[in-house]
């Protein structure tokens, strides 16, 4: 009896052991997990930024609502929403709200009372604007600037280390989580993403770079 009892015990040590080797095993290739979709720089990518030489040009056709935060706006959690492709919405990005920034808003909804709203440092609204808001109350803008892009093709993708070929995340300036691009969209300008329908309900093709 003591010699069958000393065998389960045995026996149950090995299993334990071999749990916490699986358990221990699955926390090691975690970090590995997060590095393989950390933001990729693509300033840093010279196949990419060859590309915007003889990019497409494009101006934003839409008018743009702009508007100053609210006091109670500020330090506070702002999500970015754009179309989920299906007749919904999806959330894009979380980013915070400063006092130097512009909350932007496109003029058609995504669906229902869901808006593309997203922030603008003031020196980039400026440069694309011209102006400021004065106000927390939504006015019209129309962009000046206009943009070069690339299309977002099984290439770019691959550049950008996509994981499902599908979609891929970019670094960006205004959120250290970076910024998902979609294939189908736009790269404008070598810094941040167009989602396909962004781009062709609110911009127009203006000509090419020959250079």
């Not at 508007?67 to 007749?87: A, C, H, M, Q, W």
């Amino acid at each position: 009896m003591d010699m069958k009892r000393r065998t389960l015990f045995a026996a149950s040590l090995l299993a334990l052991s071999a749990q916490s080797y699986a358990v221990d095993s699955h926390k090691i290739a975690i970090p590995s997990e997060k590095r393989a979709t950390q933001p990729v720089e693509i300033q840093k990518i010279p196949e990419i930024m060859a590309l915007f030489d003889h990019a497409e040009t494009f101006r934003k056709k839409a008018i743009t609502f702009g508007r100053l935060p609210y006091n109670e706006e500020i330090d506070t959690d702002f999500p970015t929403y754009v179309s989920n492709g299906k007749g919904g919405y999806k959330l894009e990005t979380t980013n915070v709200v400063t006092d130097d920034v512009v909350i932007a808003r496109n003029p058609e909804p995504v669906v229902g009372h869901i808006y593309n709203q997203w922030l603008v440092p003031f020196s980039k609204w400026k440069e694309l604007y011209g102006e400021l808001p004065d106000s927390s109350d939504f006015k019209p803008y129309q962009r000046l600037k206009t943009i070069k892009a690339i299309k977002i093709d099984d290439r770019i993708l691959a550049l950008l280390n996509s994981r499902d070929g599908k979609t891929a995340r970019i670094k960006v300036s205004w959120n250290p989580d970076g910024m998902t691009v979609y294939k189908g969209g736009y790269l404008a300008n070598g810094e941040y993403g167009i989602a396909p329908e962004e781009m062709q309900a609110s911009y127009e093709r203006v000509g090419t770079d020959s250079r």
